[in-house]
C-alpha cells in the first residue's frame, strides 16, 4: 500500500490508472465521492485538495458558503475491485480551500482533532479501537411510505418464515430457526462462498482481515472480522468493510442491510466496540483491578458509563436503533460493565495474560453511525473519566434475569428512543467541546438534523397501529 502522495502518483503511472476516485464521508455516515481523470491529481492535490461543491452535502454549507476542498489521505489508496475501468481509491478529510483551514464539520476531521487532544493531556499517544459491524443480506427488499400506505417487506432464502414456501425445484428446507444462526454449517449457511469473497475483497482493499461466519439471527445475518487499529485507521477500515459488503452482495443479486432491527422477533445486528489507550508503544489498560484492568481503564469506563445516555445519540443515531436496545435479545441494555455479562452494555473480554490484548468492549454501538464521529465521541468521554477519576462502581456479574424487579430497577439503562438520546445529547455535550475536538455548532447541528429525522417518524401512522386500535 501506498504511504506517500508521490508513491501514490508512481503506483497511477505504472499501473496505466486513468480515473482516481476520492471519497468522503457525510456528517450522517455515508461515503460520497467524485472521480477524477489521473492528470488532475499531482502532489499539490494532498496539500491544498481538490475542490468541489460542499452545498448539496447532508449537514454541511449552505450554497452561498460551499466551496470546499477533498485532501486525500495517500495511506488509503487502493484499486477499486468493482469498478470495470481500474480505478484507484482514495479516503479524504475536507478543508476550507479560502482560509487552509480543516473543516469543522468533517467527521474525519473531528477524529484527528480527538487523537490530537489525547497526546495533549499526557493520557496516552494512540487509541485503539476495533468495531464488530454485524448485517443482515437479503434476497431482496421493498418498502414504501405514501399518505394512505406504509409498508416493508424483506426476503431471504434462509428465513425461518420461508419453511412452507414454494420454490424453483421444491423447498429443500434448511431454513434457520430464529436465534439459531450462530455458527451451523452448510447447507443451513448457505452463503459461505459469498462471506469469504467479501473477506478476501477487503484484503485486497488493504483492510487486515480475521475471520467470518454466520450471526445468531435467521433470515443472513452475518459478521466479517479485522484486526483492530489506531482509530482513524480503524473506521477508514470500517467504512471500506460496508462499501465491499454492499458491493460484493450485489454481484450475487444479494442486498446488504446495516439497519439495526430489520426483522422482528429475531436479534438485531451491532457493532461491539473494542477500545484501549496506549503510549510509546506500552498498553494502559492492563493492570492489578478487576479483570486484570488498570485503574486508568476502570476510569475511562466510568466516564464512558457516565456519558452513554448522550454518547447514544452519536453512537446509536437512528430511530431503528433503539428497536434493537430492549430487553431480552442479548441486548446490551444495561449501563454497567462486567467481564461476563453480555447484557451489560461494558464487557471485559477474557484477553488471556497479553497485556497487549488488554481492552474494554463498548456494546451499545451500530453500524448506522458514523465511525468517525462515534469513535472520537467514545474516546473523549473515557478521557473525561480519566481525568475526573470517575468510579464506573461495581461490576454487574450476576445473572440479569435472576434479579428481582426491585434490584433490576437500580441499574442504568439505555435511552429507550432517538429522542430520549438526543435530549441527554443536548444536557450533556460540554466533554465533547473539551480541546475544541467538537465544536458547539456541530453539536447543535447535528442535534437538529437527528431531531428531524425522530419527528418524521413520530409523525406517521404505523402498520401495526392498525392492528391495534383500527376497530376502536
Request: a negative charge; charged letters at 20%; one cysteine or more.
Amino acid at each position: 500500500m501506498a504511504q506517500s502522495a508521490q508513491e501514490v502518483l508512481t503506483m497511477v503511472q505504472e499501473q496505466d490508472i486513468k480515473i482516481i476516485d476520492l471519497k468522503f464521508i457525510d456528517m450522517p455516515g455515508t461515503w460520497q465521492h467524485c472521480s477524477f481523470y489521473y492528470d488532475q491529481i499531482d502532489e499539490s492535490s494532498f496539500t491544498d485538495g481538490v475542490p468541489f461543491d460542499g452545498s448539496s452535502i447532508r449537514g454541511w454549507k449552505a450554497i452561498n458558503e460551499s466551496d470546499m476542498a477533498m485532501v486525500p489521505d495517500p495511506a488509503t489508496a487502493w484499486i477499486d475491485p468493482f469498478m470495470e475501468e481500474p480505478t484507484l481509491s482514495m479516503i479524504c478529510s475536507i478543508k476550507d480551500p479560502r482560509t487552509g483551514a480543516d473543516y469543522n464539520r468533517c467527521p474525519r476531521n473531528i477524529a484527528k482533532n480527538a487523537l490530537n487532544f489525547l497526546s495533549t493531556t499526557g493520557i496516552g499517544d494512540t487509541a485503539y479501537f476495533g468495531p464488530e459491524a454485524e448485517f443482515f443480506m437479503f434476497d431482496s427488499v421493498t418498502y414504501d411510505q405514501t399518505i394512505n400506505s406504509g409498508y416493508y417487506e424483506v426476503e431471504s432464502s434462509e428465513g425461518s418464515w420461508n419453511t412452507g414456501r414454494n420454490e424453483p425445484g421444491g423447498n429443500l428446507g434448511h431454513k434457520i430457526r430464529g436465534k439459531q444462526g450462530y455458527f451451523p454449517v452448510s447447507p443451513s449457511d448457505s452463503f459461505q462462498d459469498i462471506r469469504t469473497e467479501m473477506l478476501l475483497t477487503m484484503a485486497k482493499c488493504g483492510v487486515p482481515i480475521e475471520k467470518h461466519h454466520h450471526e445468531v439471527a435467521t433470515g443472513g445475518q452475518a459478521e466479517l472480522g479485522f484486526k483492530f487499529a489506531s482509530m482513524i485507521q480503524a473506521a477508514d477500515y470500517l467504512m471500506t468493510y460496508k462499501y465491499v459488503i454492499k458491493n460484493v452482495a450485489r454481484q450475487y443479486g444479494k442486498t446488504v442491510t446495516f439497519m439495526p432491527k430489520p426483522l422482528f422477533g429475531d436479534n438485531g445486528s451491532g457493532m461491539h466496540t473494542h477500545q484501549s489507550i496506549w503510549q510509546n508503544g506500552t498498553p494502559l489498560f492492563w493492570g492489578d483491578e478487576y479483570a486484570n484492568l488498570s485503574q486508568m481503564a476502570l476510569y475511562y469506563i466510568g466516564g464512558l458509563l457516565k456519558h452513554a445516555p448522550a454518547l447514544l445519540a452519536i453512537t446509536n443515531p437512528t430511530t431503528n436503533s433503539y428497536k434493537r436496545l430492549v430487553p431480552g435479545f442479548e441486548a446490551p441494555v444495561n449501563l454497567a460493565y462486567s467481564q461476563g455479562n453480555r447484557s451489560a452494555s461494558i464487557r471485559i473480554p477474557l484477553s488471556g495474560s497479553n497485556p497487549k490484548a488488554k481492552r474494554l468492549e463498548f456494546r451499545c454501538p451500530d453500524a448506522t453511525c458514523n465511525p468517525y464521529l462515534a469513535f472520537s465521541a467514545m474516546l473523549m468521554a473515557g478521557i473525561d473519566g480519566i481525568k475526573n477519576k470517575i468510579d464506573p462502581g461495581s461490576p454487574l456479574d450476576v445473572d440479569i434475569y435472576e434479579l428481582s424487579p426491585e434490584e433490576l430497577a437500580k441499574i442504568p439503562s439505555t435511552p429507550a428512543s432517538l429522542s430520549e438520546a438526543l435530549a441527554s445529547l443536548e444536557n450533556d455535550y460540554e466533554f465533547l467541546l473539551d480541546g475544541g475536538v467538537f465544536s458547539e455548532d456541530f453539536i447543535k447541528n447535528w442535534i437538529a438534523y437527528k431531531r428531524s429525522e425522530s419527528v418524521a417518524m413520530s409523525i406517521r401512522p404505523h402498520p401495526y397501529e392498525f392492528a391495534l386500535y383500527y376497530d376502536c
